[in-house]
């Protein structure tokens, strides 16, 4: 398969390319950038040198570039990626976009949270999340990659969603990142002395990533769910760590919590149900495409707490995009993607 | 004032003598540690060479120690202070333990929650947390001096509890804490590279400082209030980050909750009021005593988001002791605790 | 190939599991620990959870597993890998040893560093650093491979020593390491707050790595060489940075400089030159088994300053180790470490 | 006194303010920056919230600042200063410039490493290194502050160069920095995901430091001193630690080394000697003025090693600064400056 990759220079391009450099059933053709048209990509990541040869071109250059390619990979900012989609739209090229155009249903929802009108409202698309949406995947023109804090906290929660175990208007997320997560250009809030030896909370109530986990849980519940997220900046590169809660319905034991989860997830490889009472930590899925989930309740306030762990650069973004990939593909689904994390 | 220090080698020892260094109402006659009697503190803390001549001594002679100090700052861990309160109980001495054994009205709830008897239950003591019990603090023999914790939730919460403007059942703490808190041993759970570039819970829904937090906003509040109180370890050495919600009662509107802050707060040198929809970051409080806080009103949820950043050795442990020390002693309360935190 | 690991649980042990799970001509079939014996590796190390089965045995039955095992993997401190040695000089198994114990040509300087003595003086061993030394590799029965400092250190001078180019007597590497290069023990000097935000030397002058590197670049140049040795601990979990100096002989130009790089390196895989008045960094090679190297030429002292950067559990453990048995059996160099570093 | 801070937004100026915060004998009065102009510090540097509520103001009006002012603190990038300290000349405002514009004694040599043509060649001005050259601080018009790797490797050699214990051409200084050393701008290179658990050397050979260093050293020595000197930048906020080589002369006994630490060293406060066989961290200094010393002599090669650690921004800087001040002003060279290191 040939595969192209947009804006190949950030984080998430990046993580494209090391991932695709052991897929043994695709070849990257196309990288691009519009302010490193024309260089190497070794050159601009240095870990890259000698694995790649590639030089990034411009996005000019669009409709060549998906004639080329059986499939594109979208890791620009939002609102790029749905010209990209109305511009391919008849050519055979199938495209997943690892940014938020092409995740809503409604994109009324789309332009409400991210302040821009939705230019490709019509698309067909799904929502690439492939533990609950494979079956849609499979066939997908056009696959919106679920984003990173909303991967880890959408799998924490599913389970009890789907079987109605909580109540969907007391869900609370307080979700924590590293800091790879807010992108590779400089900012004096990501300065290195800023940041380091320090935490700290954004965004309270207003992050974007809100009603995509409202979506996807209710798409899954068939509830209406109403949630808080709170995003933490943690100082370290990679990671997520999202904490849970929700108040348990009357009459709702532990031990129908873990059937939840089991019958969720028993068979899925990329999910690592550690049980209940368990930490997942970041570290133990560093560079790895898994989910790690742990469970606790508290009989005092009749809550449940989920804890779940993902690399924000592979599940929540390239490894997910791949794991997409390979279900839309016709692959195995791990292929690419079946090794250990790195750790310590 | 002669004051001594029970446990000197942990954090909140080391702390306790860099902030007694500048205080100048206060001088440190005697300092202990039963692994290192004999040893002089500055080969210890190499940070305090040329600084402190003192050297350690046993704990075995706490009332030659009791006689010859006017404060004892008892930073041993918890159901070892009881022991000394009890001997020490007749002479004039007073005691600031930073340990749990006397931060409980109901000893109960310490036996329940510390699984240890408690020895001295009738032992006159009150609770440490200067911004709410200062009268009490200023006559008591014994000074139970608040948790790390428990005071950057506290004092986040106590304003809303005080005012009645929240549902005390639906209090959720998700808190951050740097790895000093942990304290100096050495253990796997803490080895270096084990927690670096790694996020993670510990303790959930077991936490002992989740009835401190509910004794202080009972007492506040006149009302039962019940928590889930979950830390969570962050790569880092120092600092606290309490992200606490609530729903709001029905008609509570913005700008009540910045009443209450206010109306609680504003003369409050150690509390520096952010305001409505601003972000504390422990980075900007390091080193130092003062509690940052800042809160959010989500109007979807009509939950509210309280934000509240500490030190956690200074504000949380050594910093909180001496401002009640200067309380108690009779002293301005900034007394030693005047200072800029370090930054960046 | 069946493969065993003797001290699976350190980080070297841990780390040749991570990249065997992706080795296509080798199974592990054994591995051992004495202190977890009876355990699954995935309860020690919950990044392998989900794909490693295998349980800790004892060394206890050492000839069993010899017996079971073309290839032996020794991680485990100085001092132990001897009498496994010896233990198995008459079976057909291979043994790597990723300690110091058959390092050495002279076990004399072996005894005098390491103040132990050799019990297996007579062994047939060859150094295991690839890129110098792959003939000999190619049909060892024992092997014993590089040291993390010393890889570093001998790959940017080797070029040099060989080429005559600089005194031999004025060589300083100035190393720095991360901390995982200090094992998996949790020992004060290593607790998280104590390392966190700091930056300190260790065993100037006696680290034991110190003769190690003289004798390989001994053997290189054919010529006496005494250097000194700082070793660092730079506040991360992994890598190594050695800058290294060295007075250039008389008359020695830039390009004799450029030329020795060039030809000792340029066809090898894993040595990536990024040449003159570049700056290698160690997160450009975390993860993989490359080490990047640049030099620098001072033309007010004629001194040449070599900067080279390797993952110390990678080039400097267990790739470095994998890369031997490749040799050893007979594979491409580069199977199973054939993937890119994980930046950022 | 009256003081005033040019450039009060980089890290040099906030630590300036967070020193003057507790100096009993100055008052700050003016705070510039032109990017910043008539904005609260308190706003830019929220860690000063509730302690300072200076406005900042323009350079233009230097003039009156100056006549304003008893001391004016210059923490500007190089080549403004000059210009600055033109226009005060005839005002009796005294100046501490805190970059390297007053530092050089031979305004070519400034001119060749900075690039930059000098317009103030004829000032009367003086290096800042208390220690060294405190009788000529007293009187001095223009202070030029020493700078920070500087500070930590003439301090380290300077006893050395003294007493003619070394070949003052065989020196390296093998220095490494935290972050804040390269100041509060964002740079792709100073981007937090960029440097964490990463180390890197920069500048090898052609830092600006270098002349500096050689300059004090050839002027304590009477002897020429050539070096090599590389910067190198740790993944943390503060700290530098400088690891020094030099080829000890024949007869050199470690006796002799010792000495020549003690007499130059014994009676300084800011001085702490760990000495032979010490070892000093960053962290141990961290927030201080103190700089730590050790020292290692190789029997094997004849070398000596000198170790020191300073906090980049306080001896470094703003309390190398002060320290200046309190000289030129007459007061206790301690003022302001008496206090521990925080740790950990």
Redesign the interface.
């Known amino acids: 398969m040939k595969v192209s990759i947009l804006g190949a220079t950030g ?1 998430a391009g ?1 993580e494209l ?2 991932l695709f ?2 897929h043994p059933q695709a070849e990257v053709v196309h990288i691009t950038s519009e302010s490193h048209t024309g260089e190497a990509i070794a050159d601009i ?7 790649y040869d590639l030089k990034l071109e411009s996005l000019k250059d669009i409709e060549a570039i998906g004639k080329d390619s059986d499939f594109i990979f979208i890791a620009l900012p939002h609102g790029h990626a749905m010209a990209v989609g109305k511009k391919l739209r008849d050519l055979p090229v199938r495209i997943i976009d690892l940014g938020a155009d092409y995740r809503f249903n409604d994109t009324a929802v789309y332009e409400e949270w991210y302040h821009v009108e939705h230019t490709d409202p019509d698309a067909p698309r799904v929502y690439g999340l492939a533990e609950l949406f494979r079956h849609e995947i499979r066939g997908a023109k056009i696959i919106g990659n679920a984003g990173c804090f909303t991967t880890a906290s959408i799998l924490a929660l599913a389970p009890l969603a789907q079987q109605h175990l909580i109540d969907t ?1 007391s869900v ?1 997320v ?1 979700a ?1 990142s ?3 997560g807010a992108g ?5 809030g ?13 965004k ?2 207003t992050h974007r990533h809100t009603p995509e986990i409202e979506q996807a849980l209710s798409d899954v519940s068939g509830e209406e769910v ?3 997220f ?1 995003p ?1 900046l ?6 997520i ?1 999202a ?1 849970c ?1 929700a108040n348990l319905k009357d009459g709702v034991t532990p031990e129908l919590v873990d059937a939840a989860f089991t019958k969720m997830y028993a068979k899925e ?1 990329f999910i ?1 149900l ?1 049980g209940r009472g368990a ?10 495409n ?1 989910c ?1 989930i742990a469970w ?3 009989p ?2 009749h ?1 449940v ?1 989920v ?1 779940s ?1 993902i690399d924000n650069l592979v599940k929540g973004a390239a490894g997910q995009a791949i794991q997409n990939f390979n279900i839309a593909a016709g692959f195995d689904e791990k292929t690419g993607l ?7």
Chains 1, 2, 3, 4 share one sequence.
């Open positions: 984080y990046a390319l090391r450099y052991n990541y240095p870990h890259l040198r000698g694995l208007h609370i307080d924590k590293g800091v790879s590779r250009s400089p900012k004096p990501n300065h290195f002395p800023e940041l380091y030896d320090s935490f700290t909370a954004y309270v109530a109403l949630i808080n709170t933490h943690v100082p370290m590169s990679r990671g760590l904490t809660y490889f690592r550690l930490y997942p930590a970041t570290k133990y899925v560093r560079g790895s898994f790690d606790h309740i508290d005092r306030t809550r707490i804890l762990a079946d090794f250990t994390p790195v750790y310590p």
